[in-house]
């Protein structure tokens, strides 16, 4: 008898530890949820991709465009040229870390590529050897950059040139579940992203589900695509639509979609579309609009800056300013008038106003206050709106157009978003 009430309170102990633990891993789970669904105002969600390392000027011009998060690489290969060694020091990867923190800027690090120490391919990790390698890797970077909120992204867009041979579907999975719990278990302030699909259509959905049926769901906490297109910005919608779908046939969980990588270059990058400054301005500004419409918690924009000076090379004009980050273009002017104009503001709704071709987005700080954007994918007309005192009208690049004081109003709106301010 005495052994069987024993036993009882040795079960009950155990009950209590599950429940315990449960609890303690379900808020944990909710707290990642929080990190990137949360998150209130558009200057926390609209970041920029840069290729450099260190801590220069760009860093300060970067901060006062009113981003709030830097996404750049930690190349593996540059980091361990010794088996064993790592280098974040003179690889710069340390300043670059700093001066981000320093500056108020979020860092979102893509943990990327492979090394001939480990593997005979640079553009993939394929051997047990090669995952344990690169593992430990990850684990050197977490580590010393933990407690900071850092996005942890595993790879670059694994389903293009970037992992090699193809296709790579289990390979990577592989990896994403080595890293991820690695990455977990040494950063509980990070954020765990995978896979910065390039691309958001029929194939490259076709390659991110078998990655799905390869329970890479189960290892992350966000999902990362780059949404480049020709055609206008608001067409990604119906596609963030269709991967919302696809994550629901194989997760119960919210995995939040990150806008990884996306931008639109000037000159003659795409031959197709031949942007000028004004016009990728344009693109650019809606671009980080329609993801608040689509609820996307992080917007990256690429690029910072102009990679290069030829203008018939499309990854020498993806920047907002010129190769010389000291020169802006258009749209670095057109970004910062977005950023100071719904700083503190968070994305309320749309209002239909009976024209699918028109954009008029409601934001709201925690005040209260309300401010409009509007724009259209059709031509310039009027639009009115009523039941609100409207004020100051500004143009994309920050210019006042018309201070309002009436109950009904009509504006002409365009393809350049305009803001409206609400008393």
């Known amino acids: 008898m005495l052994f069987n009430n024993k036993l009882k309170i040795i079960c009950f102990l155990i009950v209590l530890i599950i429940i315990a633990l449960m609890t303690y891993l379900l808020q944990k789970q909710d707290t990642k949820n929080q990190n990137t669904n949360n998150i209130e105002s558009v200057s926390d969600l609209y970041g920029v991709n840069v290729h450099f390392t260190g801590n220069p000027i760009d860093i300060k011009l970067i901060q006062d465009s009113g981003f709030k998060i830097v996404r750049a690489e930690i190349n593996w290969a540059k980091v361990e040229k010794k088996r064993g060694v790592y280098d974040f020091k003179n690889t710069g990867y340390d300043d670059l870390t700093n001066g981000l923190v320093k500056h108020g800027i979020r860092p979102y690090y893509i943990l990327d590529y492979g090394n001939y120490l480990y593997e005979e391919n640079n553009m993939s990790v394929r051997t047990e050897a090669g995952r344990n390698a690169f593992n430990k890797f990850v684990e050197e970077s977490v580590k010393r950059y933990k407690n900071q909120g850092v996005i942890w992204e595993i790879w670059n867009e694994p389903n293009k040139k970037f992992w090699n041979p193809h296709p790579s579907y289990n390979d990577y ?55 480049y297109r020709k055609e206008a910005p608001e067409t990604v919608s119906s596609d963030y639509q269709s991967l919302r779908t696809l994550i629901s046939r194989y997760s119960k969980k919210k995995i939040p979609i990150i806008s990884g990588e996306w931008g639109y270059p000037t000159g003659n990058g795409w031959p197709e579309l031949k942007f000028n400054q004004n016009q ?131 504006v002409i709106i365009s393809s350049s978003p305009i803001y409206i301010s609400i008393n």
């Open 173 to 227: 999975s592989l990896l994403v579940k080595k890293v991820s719990k690695t990455i977990k278990e040494n950063d509980p302030s990070g954020i765990v992203v995978a896979p910065a699909l390039a691309g958001l259509n029929t194939d490259t959905m076709s390659w991110l589900e078998e990655t799905f049926k390869r329970g890479v769901l189960n290892d992350i906490d966000a999902i990362s695509v780059h949404p």
């Open 280 to 410: 990728q301005s344009i693109y650019a500004v809606r671009m980080f609009l329609v993801n608040s419409l689509n609820h996307i918690p992080i917007s990256i924009w690429y690029d910072w800056k102009n990679d290069g000076i030829d203008p018939n090379n499309g990854e020498h004009n993806f920047g907002l300013r010129e190769a010389n980050a000291s020169t802006p273009k258009l749209s670095s002017i057109a970004i910062k008038t977005l950023t100071k104009s719904l700083s503190g503001y968070h994305f309320d709704k749309r209002i239909d106003i009976g024209n699918k071709s028109d954009y008029v987005l409601i934001f709201k700080n925690k005040e209260g206050k309300a401010k409009v954007v509007c724009w259209t994918t059709n031509l310039p007309h009027e639009i009115e709106l009523s039941n609100n005192i409207y004020t100051d009208i500004t143009s994309m690049y920050g210019e006042h157009i018309v201070t309002l004081n009436k109950d009904n109003i009509k």
